[in-house]
Structure formats: structure tokens, C-alpha cells
């Protein structure tokens, strides 16, 4: 079992940078790969960037990729969403997920997520 605790997002403005912080617990945490989806308002759940277990391959959704970096500390038990050059349209509640492979119907535990809201 893995539990999941989003956190960082806030209000920004076009073009300045965020971090997300994922806080997971369970021994087993660095046996699972992990991603980044963000919902906007009104519109489904998107892929935003996933990572595996060792940290050695990162995916990104074409919309983020350039601008947003996903990484892990395996020791803490944090998977990070670094994100440049936000834009509006990247205003979503952004949710973390661990699963047993990087793409979406591979993940088995969720985080309640964290609203990033970006101004223009």
C-alpha cells in the first residue's frame, strides 16, 4: 500500500516556475513508477510526465515537454514536477499517481492533488 500527499502549488504568474513535491510512504515505494496527471476545469484527466521505479527513463506529455522536468529521491520517498515557463493553460489540480509501469492504466495508488493556478 502507498499513500500520496501532493504539494506546492499555488497561485503564479505567466512564465514563472513551480515545483510540486509528492510525499509517498510504504516500504515499497521505490518499487513503483511514478507520474504526474493534471484535470482542468471542465475537461478530463491528463498525462503530464511519468518516471520509472530507478529513475533512469522520464516521459512527458508534448504539451510540458521542455518546460517541465520529472524527477525522484528514492531515499525520501519524493517524486518532484519541476515546471518552467507556466502558462495559463496549465492551471489544473495536478495529482500524483505510483503504479506498476509509467503509463496511466499501470498505476494503482493516487494523491488528492494540488491546485496550480497560473495567471496571465
Known amino acids: 500500500q502507498v499513500q500520496l500527499v501532493e504539494s506546492g502549488g499555488r497561485l503564479v504568474q ?6 510540486l513535491s509528492c510525499a509517498g510512504s510504504g516500504r515499497t515505494f521505490s518499487n513503483y513508477a511514478m507520474a504526474w496527471f493534471r484535470q482542468a476545469p471542465g475537461q478530463e484527466r491528463e498525462f503530464v510526465a511519468s518516471i520509472t521505479w530507478s529513475g533512469s527513463s ?3 506529455a508534448d504539451s510540458v515537454k521542455g518546460r517541465f522536468t520529472i524527477s525522484r529521491d528514492n531515499a525520501k ?3 518532484y514536477l519541476q ?8 492551471t489544473a489540480v495536478y495529482s500524483c499517481a505510483a503504479g506498476v509501469s509509467t503509463l496511466e492504466d499501470g498505476m494503482r495508488y493516487w494523491g488528492k492533488g494540488t491546485l496550480v493556478t497560473v495567471s496571465s
Open 77 to 79: 520517498k519524493t517524486v
Open 83 to 90: 515546471m518552467n515557463s507556466l502558462k495559463p493553460e496549465d
Open 14 to 19: 505567466t512564465g514563472d516556475s513551480l515545483r
Open 58 to 60: 522520464t516521459y512527458y
